[in-house]
């Protein structure tokens, strides 16, 4: 069996604020160590279980975050950035099933660190549907066949997770209590409960159905100004919805939709407010 294993961090166990996401600030290193240990507790149990093959793709900003010295030797690590498919890197028919560790909530709603790639998008959409990374990565999934057996993250990235698919398996390592604070587990205690529901969802696999894209989806994505989506307009085949900062884009498949995203969303970065 083979497993993939995308790794955020704004759901990884005691992350409350961005003091733990930037390299710049003081508790990014603290996030790096908790972070590793938290794929390695993953790593262990799947190899345990039977895995034979398990992919770890570091899926946070720069995508450099794990620290691969203490990573479980065993594993191979996806790191860098830009990557052409960011999140799902290295993500193919061949995987068993796909695992998300450390998500986070979408964009516009309640959840610690909320958002979606960015924080100059407000919403995206697919055919009208509003979604955030889990569903979009849950999406390229779908598209190779693969079921998204397993979510770890914050309260409301597990809501999420479940409104996808009832049946994934799911670990809330933290409650919300606001964008920048939460009530954690420890470490110690998240990593003896990922170990009981990483076993679970391998032993439930086959109770769980990919997550199917739409054929010739359409992408929509809300930036927060309208600079932000004259930026992302330029992208040849999109257009900005007449009064509103939405700007559109007709994929051929799932695939173009997400890298469709990604350079939109790389445009709409140049944008400035001076």
């Known amino acids: 069996m083979k497993l993939y294993l995308s790794v955020d961090m704004e759901g990884i166990t005691g992350i409350p604020d961005y003091t733990f996401l930037t390299p710049s600030e003081h508790n990014y290193e603290r996030s790096r160590k908790i972070m ?45 950035d830009a990557k052409p498919f960011s999140m799902v890197q290295g993500l193919d028919d061949t995987y068993d099933g796909a695992m998300f560790i450390g998500y986070h909530a979408r964009a516009s709603q309640f959840g610690v660190l909320s958002h979606s790639m960015i924080h100059a998008v407000r919403n995206i959409f697919i055919n009208d549907h509003a979604i955030g990374e889990m569903g979009l990565n849950a999406y390229v999934a779908g598209y190779y066949g693969i079921p998204l057996l397993f979510v770890s993250g914050d309260d409301q990235a597990v809501k999420e997770a479940k409104e996808l698919n009832p049946n994934v398996t799911t670990v809330a390592v933290k409650e919300t209590i606001s964008r920048s604070a939460v009530k954690s587990m ?37 930036f927060n100004n309208y600079g932000q989506a004259e930026w992302a307009n330029l992208m040849p085949k999109t257009w900005i919805e007449p009064g509103t900062t939405i700007v559109g884009f007709k994929a051929d498949d799932i695939l173009e939709a997400y890298q469709a995203m990604l350079v939109m969303i790389e445009l709409a970065l140049q944008s400035k407010f001076s």
């Open 36 to 80: 590793t240990k938290e794929v390695n507790k993953v790593v262990e149990t799947a190899f345990t279980y039977g895995c034979k093959e398990v992919l770890v793709n570091d899926s946070h900003s720069k995508m450099n975050n794990i620290l691969i010295d203490e990573l479980h030797p065993e594993a191979s690590l996806i790191t860098g």
């Open 186 to 222: 420890t470490p110690k205690k998240a990593e003896a409960l990922l170990k009981v529901k990483v076993n679970e969802a391998l032993k439930n696999r086959n109770q769980v159905k990919a997550l199917v894209p739409p054929e010739k989806p359409l992408l929509r994505i809300e």
